[in-house]
């Protein structure tokens, strides 16, 4: 046998040694004869680097360095799929199609925790890997992927040209293993399986990525026409059968039953995975229906992505930073490394105030849980305190306002710090989200993100102003990001407000201790602002629902000559100061809440409830949306149930609404 000849022999023995540990789960060669027959190939290949062949196992070691990333254009775009999160959501997706005239099939697989990666084969050789990007134009990661010792460098069979798709990732046994390294050598720790697996593709040295260890799963060929095949069953074990890692946990199911049957088995073997999952991906069968369901601007859409309803997941607390609120109240915010939470990017959480971060203990640069409380507020749930390097740092409130620097205040033995001043900018941007909230003024499309950048450009400082918004109509427009339409429904809504009740005026203008409640008994009491501005302290205290405090608190804001100046500015502007009366009568399970109706009441008609409501100022609409307040839910309710289910919301059964419905005066 001749050099080349047994560097051929060599490189053939490795890659099967390879692909029987990593992909057979089989090892034939100890440890130590593998390392035996890659020493020789390496001093071969030294020497005589005219027969180095590009499948060699020697490839894997990593070494080459590049300075950039170069960029790959995806000839098919990577698209990402839609994400379900419940039952009713994957029945829907298979009515969707049935309703398109197809009888499906599906084949369901994990979904992996992990990055999507593309790998062109060119004669049998690994040639190219690319990263998602934006689905159009990925990175070129070449030098990584050639370490990840799953993808073979060379075909089990003959092939031309392929590419294939799949998800790269790293085990959770590598993680614990690297973090044990980087905790020795002082280094930050990795905090998941996915994080990890996307710094390590990104490393722009070889070696790095070497050392990380990674792996992949490959469930996708974009091109499965040029091979003759027809069903993604068939992609996935031709896959299989050129070497490529294809995860064996897949099925061909029939129906939901089956889908759903899939689900919750991985949901319980979830943990004992050497891996991350999120969820299971269903995918539909026979590829000639797919082609015909095609795809929306950003999915296929003929397969969903179900995700496990998160737990808890962990993140790093990178910085607690302070938030001034309407009314002064000093907020300390967690800001964590991005994390998703069922679906959602969690950036940011409250830790309400100092004790609370102090009775969790809390340190900057803490690794800690994270959970979705309710409907949308994420919130900290513990440090991982087995997790310290030693380097995290003892959180300290602040004793001055971040925003204007005067000393903060406690009031009577409050655990809340308050800024002082009142022209504090920060209280400012939080009076006018406030003032445009849907409880107060209702202006829609003026939420907190417009507001704010109103602000800091100028455009608003104080309350009044947003009635001068119309001045910059042309300023406005060239900004990036709004429209004409919207800034026209926007001033429109701006100009409705002016003719709100009273009530909503003196909830929104932001007086403390005058909720939305309060302010609308003020308001049916006294009809005017002008004569509850007239009325003085000791005749506000003997009010019945009212009290000493909220009377301090009224006669304190319209003593104050700031706060009259906007009260004057406003009435010149034409803002209604009066109590219209709409909503008549008030009940506190009703008045201002958002309600849904699902499935049939037996003891009223869904117009006279809804009538009821409105008397009551309420508001009936269609849809759960994340603003409804209270799902009604009758006989046989529809995927509104599910929505308010998942979302959490308030519900009534006929009982309970009968129940609230009889205490009324109707
Ligand atoms: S199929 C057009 N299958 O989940 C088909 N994706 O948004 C595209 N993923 O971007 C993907 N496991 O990164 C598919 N078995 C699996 C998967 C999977 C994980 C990832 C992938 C994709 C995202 C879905």
Known sequence: MNIQERIKELVDILNKANYEYYELDNPTLTDQEFDKYLRELETLEKEYPEYKLPDSPTERVGGEVIDKFSKITHSIPMLSLPDVFNEQEIIDFDNRIRKEGFNPEYVCELKIDGLSGSFHYHDSILISGATRGNGRVGEDITHNVKTIKSLPLKLHKDIKDIEVRGEIYLGKKTLEELNKKRKEQNLPLLQNCRNAAAGSIRQLDSKIAAERNLDCWIYHLPNPEDFGIKTHKEALDFMASLGLKVNPANRLVKDIKGILEFIEEYAAKRKALSYDIDGVVIKVNDLATQKRLGFTAKHPRWAIAYKFPAEEVLTKLTDIIFTVGRTGKITPNAVLEPVILMGSTIRRATLHNEDYVLEKGLKIGDIVSIRKAGDVIPEVVEAKIERRTGNEIDFKMIDTCPICNTKLIKKDEQVDY????????????????????????????????????????????????????????????????????????????????????????????????????????????????????????????????????????????????????????????????????????????????????????????????????????????????????????GDKPGSKYDKAVELKKEIWNEEKLMEILNSLDI
Do not use: W
Request: with cysteine.
């Open 418 to 633: 308050y800024c002082p001043n009142n022209m504090c900018p920060a209280r400012n941007i939080e009076k006018l989200i406030h003032f445009c909230s849907r409880k107060a003024m209702d202006i829609e499309g003026l939420g907190e993100k417009v507001v704010e950048d109103f602000f800091n450009m100028h455009f608003i400082n104080d309350i009044p102003d947003i009635y001068d918004l119309g001045k910059y109509q042309k300023d406005l427009m060239e900004l990036e990001g709004y429209g004409k339409k919207s800034i026209d429904n926007f001033l429109q809504a701006i100009e409705n407000s002016k003719n709100n009740s009273l009530e909503r005026l003196l909830f929104g203008i932001g007086i403390e201790n005058i909720g939305e409640k309060t302010a609308l008994i003020l308001a049916k009491k006294y009809s005017t602002l002008d004569n509850l501005m007239l009325v003085d302290l000791e005749e506000l205290q003997k009010q019945k629902d009212i009290g000493p405090i909220i009377a301090k608190s009224l006669r304190d804001y319209f003593d104050n000559e700031d706060n009259i100046k906007v009260i004057n500015k406003l009435k010149e502007i034409g803002v209604n100061m009066t109590y219209l009366g709409a909503a008549e009568k008030y009940n506190e399970n009703i008045t201002n809440k958002k309600f849904v109706i699902t499935g049939s009441i037996s003891a009223m008609s869904r117009d006279e409830i809804e009538k009821i409501i409105d008397n009551y100022g309420g508001h009936a609409s269609s849809s759960v949306t994340k603003s409804t307040d209270v799902v009604i839910v």
